[in-house]
């Protein structure tokens, strides 16, 4: 069974810097696209930056400039740098295995546990 394996997350001040991986149990994992999400407290998840197989990022506009998306198919991992965060940045950040239909990221059920980012303001 495949697992996904976020970390990177902590707290920063508004204008800092993370970067987040998630490690695929999988060694072919990171051929198939993959997304980031996040779910801030008392919302919904929301998408937040796509890669496809060969390695095309895609990006919601809120993100567009501060964060990149990338991977190590070598490592079967994935990362998000992330910089110039901002408040509304805080969330748990998720990782998942999914598929491009018609142009639009279609999730998966397979989801990590996810990893907490706190930006202080």
């Known amino acids: 069974q495949v697992q996904l394996v976020e970390s990177g997350g902590g707290l920063v001040q508004t204008g800092g810097s993370l970067r987040l991986s998630c490690a695929i149990s999988r060694s072919t994992g990171t051929i198939n696209p993959m997304a980031w999400y996040r779910q801030a407290p008392g919302k919904q998840r929301e998408l937040v930056a796509t890669i496809t197989s060969s390695g095309f990022p895609g990006y919601v506009d809120s993100v567009k400039g501060r964060f990149t998306v990338s991977k190590d198919n070598a490592k079967s991992t994935m990362y998000l740098q992330m910089d110039s965060l901002e408040p509304e940045d805080t969330a748990v950040y998720y990782c998942?295995?999914?598929?491009?239909?018609?142009?639009?990221?279609?999730?998966?059920?397979?989801w990590g546990q996810g990893t907490q980012v706190t930006v202080s303001s």
């Open positions: 998942n295995i999914g598929r491009f239909q018609s142009g639009r990221y279609v999730s998966s059920d397979l």
